[in-house]
């Protein structure tokens, strides 16, 4: 699903933000992501994305290389990842319905498809009642809702969130981890960025920790690590 | 079409700014329109003059009125003639008698030499063609002097050129304004939806989606502009023309078409050109 190679990520005046990281994340699985502000999470989400290319190295999504991939395939490879903000990004002057819709406009679905889609992805994240209701009108949890139901609504392969709980209560941020669990049950991969290591330690999911744009721990290669020195 | 109820969503939301910069786009285009007005003006009048483009052949005494008629026969077949116009002793003593009435007992009959009076078809009327013409016409055997009025011709051409020249650099310079200023307010709703378009990009629109909107913006906003402005020039010669009472004329129905596609083009060409540059930013 994804593959890092050797990535390195320089920026101009900052400096490196990425050195030599290599993981990857198989289909349906879950990976946190964590490691102190600065120490390369979202550049690692962006390099996803695409939204950044690496200075060295490749990364492989849903197969398409940043070594090869034109810019006019990037919003092919959008479409079948969902990304959902700490920040929500919702269009203010839209209600939850139109704000799901839109991922769905821009991708040019046909307008008799949508209605049904969208009705469907805010069932999943629990807001079918606040349909009409506008941003300013839903809590912090229920607009986060919102942006998952619209990282969803495209049935994308991959869902990559920021910090998503990163603004929320501790209630709103168990009720949107729990959905994100629910929705990789249903076979998405997720990889979530967070600095919350309660969720972290409350679940047996793999984690990957950053350090200064290095990987200093890799929950998956520390269990490997232990059962070959079981084996042994 | 969701990129056309874009568009139009962006004239709803941002209404004073998008009736700001169509007024500023009709104002460039009316400055353009009201020179491209006196141009026109200019032209109807010099190509009233320019009717009176006349090459005369006198031709010498006693040559058979046969022969003239034979060659103005021929001259009219010249491609750049419109008519000949034989004109004998008795008809040139008379023209002169009606032309020039209070000296009408001056002449006396048969001093005057028969002409040939040539008239050429329109846009064959510059001196280049003139000349030519009155040389061929010299070359013939009875023909004693060919008069054309050489120095009127050529400064009325010079005037109509600077005209033409002058209409051209104004337009061009009022056009590059009505672009920058079309660029500047697609520029200013690019950055009012910087946020939407970051969203479109995140869930995979494409770059033709996203700066779909903005082109109908920039081309509805130069249609707009340029009814306005053909408005306004309409309106601005109609007060002209009461206030100096002189003849005038608009523009003809081509013209008014070309206008409003030039506003069109502006607009196209202006919001393309700050897509281009801006949407990268966002």
Redesign the interface.
């Known amino acids: 699903m994804i593959r890092f190679t050797k990535v390195t990520k320089d920026y101009p005046r900052l400096g490196a933000a990425l050195n030599d990281v290599s993981f990857s994340v198989a289909k349906g699985e879950f990976v946190f992501l964590t490691g102190p502000s600065g120490a390369g999470k979202s550049t690692i989400l962006k390099l996803i ?1 695409m939204e950044e290319r690496p200075t060295d190295g490749e990364v492989r999504v849903a197969g398409l290389s940043s070594v090869t991939i034109r ?2 395939d990037i ?5 079948k ?1 969902g ?1 959902v903000f700490q920040d929500f ?1 919702l ?1 203010e ?1 839209r209600t939850a319905e139109a704000n799901v819709a ?2 769905l ?4 679905t046909p307008r008799s498809a949508i209605g049904g889609k969208v009705s469907r992805a805010l069932t999943q994240v629990g807001l079918a009642s606040k349909a009409t209701s506008y941003p300013r009108e839903l809590s912090g949890g229920e607009q986060q809702r919102v942006a998952i139901a ?1 990282a969803l609504v ?1 049935d994308p392969v991959l869902l990559i969130a920021d910090e998503p709980t990163g603004n929320l209560d501790d209630r709103a941020t168990r009720g949107v981890f729990q959905l994100l669990r629910d929705i990789n049950a249903s076979g998405t991969a997720v990889l979530m960025a967070t600095h919350n290591l309660d969720l972290i330690r409350r679940s047996d999911y793999r984690s990957i920790e950053l350090n200064r744009g290095k990987i200093v721990f890799d929950s998956a290669e520390a269990a490997r690590a232990a059962i070959e020195r079981f084996a042994e | 079409m969701p990129a056309v109820r874009d568009s139009l969503f962006a004239f709803r939301r941002a209404p004073l700014l998008s009736a700001l910069s169509i007024t500023t786009i009709a104002f460039s285009l009316f400055a353009v329109g009201l020179f491209g007005l006196v141009v026109v003006n200019i032209r109807q009048a010099l190509e009233r003059v320019e009717e009176r483009v006349e090459i005369r052949a006198f031709v010498a005494e006693k040559t058979p009125v046969e022969q003239i008629a034979l060659a103005a026969n021929e001259v009219a077949k010249y491609a750049e003639v419109q008519s000949v116009d034989l004109v004998t002793q008795e008809q040139a003593l008379e023209r002169a008698r009606r032309e020039l009435g209070e000296f009408k007992d001056v002449f006396e009959a048969e001093f005057l030499p028969p002409s040939l009076d040539v008239h050429l078809k329109s846009g064959f009327r510059d001196p280049a063609t003139v000349h030519q013409v009155a040389d061929r016409l010299k070359a013939l055997s009875f023909v004693e002097d060919v008069r054309f009025g050489e120095e009127w011709i050529t400064q009325l051409y010079r005037l109509r050129n600077i005209a033409g020249v002058a209409a051209v650099a104004l337009g061009l310079a009022f056009a590059a304004v009505a672009i920058i200023i079309i660029g500047a307010t697609i520029r200013m709703a690019v950055l009012a939806r910087s946020r939407e378009i970051s969203i479109m990009r995140l869930v995979g629109a494409t770059d033709g989606y996203i700066r779909r909107p903005f082109l109908i913006e920039g081309f509805v906003k130069g249609i707009l502009g340029g009814a306005l402005a053909l408005g306004l020039t309409w309106l601005a010669i109609h007060v002209v023309s009461g206030y100096l009472s002189f003849q005038t004329v608009f523009f003809d129905q081509r013209l008014a078409l070309v206008g409003l596609a030039a506003g069109a083009m502006m607009g196209l060409v202006g919001s393309a050109f700050s897509v281009g540059r801006h949407l990268p930013q966002v």
Do not use: H, M, Q, S
Request: hydrophobic share 35%; aromatic share 10%.
């Open positions: 994305y810019p006019r919003p092919k490879l959008r479409r990842l990304i990004r269009l002057d839109f991922a406009e821009v991708t040019g619209r495209n």
